[in-house]
């Protein structure tokens, strides 16, 4: 057992003495932060286009107006709108509403503003003449204060208004696409008029949002469905992603361990001072440890982040991995999943001695880690779907896909089968790896779906 610790301690600082490992271990938190704030920031970042409409002609007269109006019940429609959904989720989380509506004043804001047609613009007469003059409030040429972003000449034909929309940087298509909104409904209002029908009463309709309450009754409280009721799915399926991501980490770092140490003739050394199995043991045991670490940071980050942002939320969460056990469903599953995969990788680590060799089966073992994140989706909307209840029962899957299922309380016999079976399965798989295992680290055999079975069956290679 000592032997064990000491191999499973050399694995774990091996790694975690590495600023490599620190700085990828911070890259999920961070990159997932910066996805979901990213977005925003561009967004209130992004400048805001001065924009000059001009009318051509009398059969035009109005189109300019109709526009303006477009974007002011637009940025009034998205700020109600972003207002009701921030106090919701204020709401939800425990937060002041206030600390909300601040938080959405930038991003919110419209992305044109219309500005006044410079006079030498406005007086210039059709033509290549008009034309230069747009070209130089749309360049350098102007001062930066005095510069336009966009101009654009407002048309009506028999057809309907049009625009030509002149733009300083040619792949800006924001003015573009909302013009053609605007020309849109100002035409759609002038047909409805035509037909006698007041468009303000359709635009009423449009923007009617009936309020609709959810019911159910296994609701928390027999009734309507409230965030406590949808948070049980939601882990879930976090906690499904959070094992795909730990045995990817942990497998990728037992296969380079070993099929490092191979081609360096540690493991021969290791073999004369302990068993196969010794080794293999403590390196499952090791890199276990360095995931835990990695399970340890991700969760206390998480947890820092959802305490100071939504404290009610963050107790929600905590009362539902607490309810029916569920924490130990997790932390089971998570211990069976991790080590059916770990051992698998260490096994195929022992016959490669480069990168190359390990695709030979790398490639299907992906395949099959692939299935469950396909699947598990469907878990949140129909956790008793005959497929995913089958697929259940599939040990290499079952650790994912029964993760995403246990809060939604799947029946006691499929929990305590589907576990049964992934244990044996992954204690098999700790025999039949140990067996490949030793026989790799031994032998200078090229990795080969042969060579892996006959090692694991014993015979000679």
């Not at 009423?204 to 049980?232: H, N, Q």
């Not at 069976?336 to 770990?342: D, K, R």
């Not at 799947?410 to 295992?437: D, H, K, Q």
């Amino acid at each position: 057992m000592n032997r064990v610790l000491l191999i499973a301690r050399r694995e774990y600082l091996a790694y975690a003495r590495t600023v490599g490992f620190w700085l990828s271990l911070l890259a999920l938190p961070l990159f997932a932060v910066l996805g979901g704030g990213l977005p925003l920031l561009i967004r209130g970042a992004d400048t805001v286009r001065a924009v000059a409409l001009i009318e051509e002609g009398p059969a035009a007269s109005g189109l300019a107006e109709a526009v303006r109006k477009t974007l002011a019940d637009d940025t009034e429609r998205r700020n109600t709108r972003a207002r009701e959904a921030a106090e919701k989720a204020a709401a939800s989380a425990g937060a002041p509403p206030e600390a909300a509506r601040g938080a959405l004043a930038t991003i919110t804001q419209p992305r044109l503003r219309f500005v006044d047609v410079p006079a030498d613009l406005a007086t210039a007469a059709p033509g290549p003449a008009r034309d230069a003059v747009v070209r130089r409030y749309l360049t350098d040429e102007t001062p930066k204060a005095d510069r336009l972003d966009a101009v654009v000449f407002l048309t009506r034909s028999g057809d309907g208004p049009g625009a030509r929309v002149w733009a300083a940087r040619a792949s800006d298509d924001t003015v573009e696409d909302f013009v053609r909104d605007a020309l849109k409904d100002a035409n759609r209002k002038a047909v409805l008029e035509a037909a006698g029908i007041d468009a303000a009463v359709v635009d009423r309709t449009d923007d009617f949002r009936p309020e609709i309450g959810v019911f159910s009754p296994r609701s928390a409280g027999a009734g309507e469905v409230s965030l406590r009721d949808r948070l049980p799915g939601v882990i879930g399926l976090a906690m499904c992603f959070i094992l795909w991501s730990l045995i990817i980490t942990g497998a990728s770092i037992l296969l380079n361990s070993v099929m490092e140490e191979k081609s360096n003739k540690i493991l021969e050394v290791l073999l004369s001072s302990a068993s196969a199995t010794e080794i293999l043991t403590g390196k499952v045991l090791g890199v276990a440890m360095l995931t835990l670490t990695v399970l340890v940071v991700w969760g206390g980050i998480g947890a820092f982040g959802l305490v100071s942002a939504a404290p009610g939320v963050a107790a929600e969460v905590g009362s539902v991995l607490m309810t029916n056990g569920l924490l130990f469903y997790f932390a089971a599953y998570i211990v069976g999943g991790y080590l059916m995969y770990a051992v698998l990788f260490a096994a195929i680590g022992a016959f490669c001695e480069t990168p190359r060799d390990a695709q030979t089966l790398m490639g299907p073992i992906m395949m099959v880690l692939v299935i469950p994140i396909l699947v598990v989706q469907m878990s949140l909307v129909n956790p008793d779907a005959p497929a995913i209840r089958f697929l259940s029962w599939v040990p290499f899957f079952t650790p994912f896909l029964m993760s995403a299922r246990a809060p939604s309380e799947p029946p006691l016999i499929e929990v305590i089968g589907t576990m049964a079976g992934m244990f044996a399965v992954a204690l098999l798989m700790v025999w039949l790896a140990g067996r490949a295992f030793r026989a790799g680290a031994l032998s200078d055999v090229k990795l080969s779906w042969k060579s892996f079975a006959t090692a694991i069956g014993g015979g000679e290679r």
